[in-house]
């Protein structure tokens, strides 16, 4: 299909349409299947109140993203290997929801089985930019004009840690009805700009029709959600944000961009840290950021707006990087 300016956007609408229209009946299947979700006990008591909720609902967002990417896409290698990449980290998502869901427990792929499919497929991003002549090394430095070629070395743990700090970022963020879901649509509406801009065209389209699968998904997800995205959907989500960034050789601009991500991160490691350091003693009422908020007597809706907000605000900034 020959792209123009309005492809991303058609992108988007069509995996929004999609979404919406297919989920009611994968909500029914996933209840049929009594697909619950099943709530840690040591988190916020309100919680509690959630468990049961279908979960896995990330199926919905990767039914929608696919599906429009590949009707409005050209296929370039890009967009397929960023599709690729993205269903597999989805996949490890399933494979642990799966589990947790068998085991009617919290926990399912064990911590290092978990990372080291998330390695291994790091690798093969860092791999298939290497072989790529309009990337190889290249990173674009934020707010100047400048490309440096980094060390073949360098570029490889690079592409590790944005594969995995935007996985377990956005995982870590999901704790929250509507959040996580509306913080990527934030974060990809930007790297459709981004896109656009850099002439990644069928990466824009990418990142469109990502942030119309997520807006799907929140349709469904807004509170009190009726389908939770499971680690099915969050490592699928930061996966296609990560894959973004590889592939249009801005990963120092994703740190922008998903600035929202970084600060949910950094609050768990402050917490853990502090933790330990302290023999016991606590820095935020509970990590990540959104459930200190949580406990600190904030409404769930207003938490998660307020995070959008945050959110916008960062990706708003990572466009003024790149212009």
């Known amino acids: 299909m020959e792209q123009t300016v309005y492809s991303p956007l058609f992108g988007a609408l069509t995996a929004f349409v ?61 967009l397929l290997f960023a599709l690729f990449i993205t269903a597999a980290y989805g996949a490890i998502g399933f494979l642990d929801d799966l589990l947790i869901i068998v085991t009617r427990s919290s926990l399912g792929l064990k911590a290092r089985q978990k990372l080291f499919g998330q390695i291994f497929i790091a690798v093969l991003v860092a791999l298939y930019a290497l072989s790529r002549d309009d990337i190889g090394t290249a990173v674009l430095i934020p707010f100047t004009e400048t490309t440096i070629e980094l060390p073949v070395v360098v570029y490889v743990l690079l592409t590790l840690g944005v594969m995995l700090g935007t996985t377990n970022a956005v995982n870590l963020t999901d704790g929250l009805d509507g959040l996580a879901a509306g913080a990527v649509a934030i974060a990809a509406a930007s790297y459709g700009v981004i896109g656009y801009l850099l002439d ?24 009190p959600a009726a389908v939770f995205m499971g680690d099915t959907g969050a490592l699928a989500l930061g996966a296609a944000l990560g894959i973004t960034a590889i592939l249009t050789r801005t990963p120092f601009h994703l740190a922008i961009v998903g600035g929202l ?63």
């Open 18 to 78: 999609v979404v919406v229209l297919i989920g009611p009946g994968i909500i029914r299947y996933l209840t049929k299947l009594k697909f619950g979700q099943n709530v840690r006990v040591d988190g916020p008591r309100r919680h509690l109140q959630k468990a049961g909720t279908p979960t896995m609902g990330g199926i919905m967002i990767l039914i929608g993203l696919v599906f429009a990417a590949l009707v409005l896409g050209k296929n370039s290698s890009h």
């Open 200 to 223: 990644s065209v069928d990466l824009a389209v990418f990142a469109g029709s990502l942030v119309g699968a997520c807006l799907g998904f929140v349709w469904f997800n807004s509170h």
């Open 261 to 323: 991500f970084v600060i949910e991160t950094l609050s768990d490691i402050i917490q853990v840290v502090y933790f330990r350091l302290t023999k016991g003693k606590r820095f935020f009422k509970m990590a990540p950021l959104h459930h200190h908020f949580e406990l600190s007597g904030w409404e769930e809706p207003k938490i998660v707006a307020r995070f959008w907000l945050i959110g916008l605000f960062f990706a708003l900034l990572g466009l003024l990087a790149v212009l």
